[in-house]
């Protein structure tokens, strides 16, 4: 063990190999029940093993949504490589492992000690999360997400591309699948791990990931690596669905998502995707499963209770207190099939700003905005936008009927940016409230501010930023609107997009023009936005001739 009360011991390593050793599949993996020897893994660890399985007996598994180790079409043999521990022979797990001696000094007469051991398992069961299926089925389906990277070979590529198909639509339904593995020879040893309820996960919570990344290629650089980051947003019942903008790589699939109060680490989650794409755009988010969701299935594929496994009383409220406030500040802007997202600035006039290029298919539809996707739409009028490709990509709109709640008494606040400080970007991207979710929520740091004259004309940040934020507000941890998103970056080459590098307009350049519009309902002073500067423009002509992304989907 690390530590009598590190979490992070019970985060360990799967790798599941075919007899002749040419296959292997690897992910990270949690000791969830310590006393029992029982290793919980998604079943990524199976994705590159789909061809050793047995076709009938895997889609029974499928349907059934269960099964055992007769999934193979043979033996496989797996082994599950654990944290090392540090004080001595009384923290070995394993019955037959030698006594290690801690290093003292790092010389070549010491004997090296591993950070890590292994054990032998057994493959036990492999389950499904029927509400995960559910929700996966309903968000993310599977003819516009894709989970796995793409890996056909040039050559016989037709046929490459077919089993490249086949294999990702099996790797979708795996998606909420779940393997559980016993360990051999193992000693009992006390549970460290907290459970927190999925009910408790709230969009904002500051969370962080334990994982290998890259499984069991190189446990000695890569063993349960940390990476930090915040619940973007939630979904289904009770919140069972996670999206972290924590970075994520694969083989962290199996590994642990804690939710991060002060000092304590709670297991929130297991990470069930490292990479996602939609309609072919790269996301820069992860997925996770909440934990409870996963034991409470589990229970009903065992015969036995999972007892050490401790559920923990809430701990804590948001890590940003402002957060669920401004949630209720950013709206999803409708125009027609497509949409994007807009802040309130005046909840009593109902006035809302987001972004010119929002609004491009106006003359054919009305423009509405709503919270969600089971909140009514409240149809709005255009009060002023900036002509298209202008430098200040910005649209002011206006509710036809203001009925307001109560935020009024919170009125949005403008700030100036600083670089390298912490920053949200809330907008209504990838789901434009489907399924009642809330905007989407990145943190990151301003990375970039661009001046012209002294005067900031473009401000860049490291939040995920993605499709149907463009208009979305980045906000300071005051809880102060300091940008409105306009766009990520795009490799006009490869086709590649880059959310982690994008392009927002400083609200503190533009704030005196709105705040006397607010005012004085002049919207002759909104013209002053459409700025003609030779200089700005090759500036935004990077952010909106080459990267077009966030013209809305």
Known sequence: MLSNEDPYSQVCIVSMKTLDGKTEGTASAILIDSKQGLVLTHASVLYPLIEDCDPERLGKVLNSGSGDKRIFSSSVNIEVTLPNGENGPEDSYFTNDNTIHPVKLLSNTVQDVKPFIKCKGKFKTIFECRRLTRVLNNLMPSDSWQFVEETAATENKQNQDNKTQTKAQMCYKLLSFFVLIKLQNMYPIDN???????????????????????????????????????????????????????????????????YCHKRKRLLAGIMIASLCWKNNEWVGLSLACAISEVLGCLKTHLTHNID???QTDYVGGFDSGFIPELLQKVR???????????VVIDSMKGLILTCSHVLNDVKFSG????????????????IYRTPLKSHFDIALIQQKTCTTTGDEEYPIKFGRAVEGEVMYVIGHAIFRGKGDTLPMVCRGIVSKIVRHNNVPVMLQTTCAVHAGASGGGVFNTRGQLVALV????????????????????????VASIIKYFIKTNDADILRSLHVKN????????????DCKVYSPI
């Open 192 to 258: 460290v791990l907290m459970i927190r309820d999925s009910i408790d996960n709230k969009v904002g919570d500051l969370v962080e990931i334990c994982a290998t990344p890259f499984g069991s290629m190189s446990p000695e650089v890569f063993l349960n690596a940390k990476s930090r980051g915040i619940l973007s947003n939630v979904a289904g019942p009770q919140g069972i669905l996670l999206l972290t903008d924590a970075r994520c790589v694969p083989g962290s699939e199996g590994g642990a998502l804690f």
């Open 367 to 382: 423009v509405s905005v709503n919270d969600s996707e089971s909140s009514p739409a409240q149809m709005c009028n255009v």
């Open 486 to 509: 306009v766009c990520n970056s795009k490799d006009t080459v490869s086709g590649a997009y880059y959310p982690h590098v994008n392009m927002c307009v400083p609200i503190e350049t």
């Open 308 to 310: 050490s496994v401790k």
């Open 534 to 545: 030779n200089s700005i423009n090759r500036i935004w002509s990077i952010g909106t001739e």
């Open 332 to 342: 999803c802007v409708n125009v027609g099939h497509n949409w994007g997202s807009g």
